[in-house]
């Protein structure tokens, strides 16, 4: 009789192709959490502003709220704090902002070193690139006018900006505007100025002829001063949309 035929061995079982996807990578190093295995890198689509608050003695000054506002686009404001060496630091999509310092111990200060919103200028965010400012505060005058903001119909209106201005010299010029605040949920507003005769206004935005005067019938020319004494506060309440 012949040899035996032989029984061919099975064939190698050969894994299939795993396609690669976006889906995290098992490692058997313990302590590791997966990561995800990019696709691509997405380019930048935001900017960052930093900067630094010191008070009126050259020290920074810490936890001094920082807000950032976009110019004239109507969306939400971004907001941080001071760190203890006055730092800080927003990201922002890219665009023109309004940025200011809020503390109620000092004058709030508007980029680049305004303490009016109106005289503002813009901080300009690119795509992947920082723009640097910085805050030197000044201390409260010694006058206050104080009051509320409200609609026609008694609503408090909060964040509305309450501006002090000097009168002009009667040369018809525009009154030379000074300090302001914003006011707060109950629509109410304290506003520190150095005693003397100012026209108080109200405004959502930061254009002058928005502005709301105080006296008469909210006009710029039918406003009334408002004399400050350096105790006391003086009262003077708004009405926005009469």
């Known amino acids: 009789a012949g040899p035996a035929a032989r029984?061919?061995?099975p064939a190698a079982s050969i894994p299939p192709t795993v396609a690669a996807t976006d889906?995290?990578?098992?490692?058997?190093?313990?302590?590791?959490?997966?990561?995800?295995v990019p696709t691509g890198t997405p380019a930048a689509v935001t900017?960052?502003?930093t900067g630094t608050v010191n008070g009126p003695?050259?020290?920074?000054?810490?936890?001094?709220l920082i807000v950032a506002e976009p110019d004239g686009s109507g969306a939400a404001p971004a907001t941080t704090l001071s760190d203890v060496d006055g730092a800080f630091a927003l990201?922002?999509?890219?665009?023109a902002w309004i940025v200011h310092a809020e503390t109620p111990a000092f004058q709030l200060m508007w980029h680049p070193g305004r303490t009016n919103p109106i005289h503002a200028e813009p901080v300009v965010v690119a795509a992947g690139a920082t723009a640097a400012v910085r805050f030197n505060l000044e201390p409260n005058p010694?006058?206050?006018i104080a009051g509320r903001v409200t609609d026609a119909d008694g609503t408090p209106r909060a964040r509305v900006a309450v501006i002090a201005a000097i009168p002009d010299d009667g040369d018809g010029g525009r009154p030379i505007l000074t300090a302001a605040v914003y006011s707060d949920a109950d629509g109410a507003y304290t506003l520190p100025v150095p005693p003397g005769?100012?026209?108080v206004a109200a405004g959502i935005t930061r254009r002058?002829?928005?502005?709301?005067?105080?006296?008469g019938d909210g006009s710029l020319e039918q406003s009334d001063r408002l004399g400050v004494r350096g105790h006391d506060p003086t009262r003077a309440d708004l009405v926005l949309g009469r």
Do not use: K, N, Q, S
Not at 57 to 64: C, K, Q, S, Y
């Open 197 to 199: 005769a100012y026209l």
């Open 142 to 144: 010694a006058g206050t």
């Open 7 to 9: 029984t061919p061995a």
């Open 23 to 36: 889906t995290p990578v098992d490692t058997p190093t313990p302590g590791v959490t997966p990561a995800m």
């Open 208 to 215: 002058f002829g928005d502005l709301v005067w105080w006296g």
């Open 47 to 49: 900017g960052v502003i």
């Open 57 to 64: 003695d050259g020290l920074p000054r810490a936890e001094i």
């Open 91 to 95: 990201t922002l999509p890219p665009g």
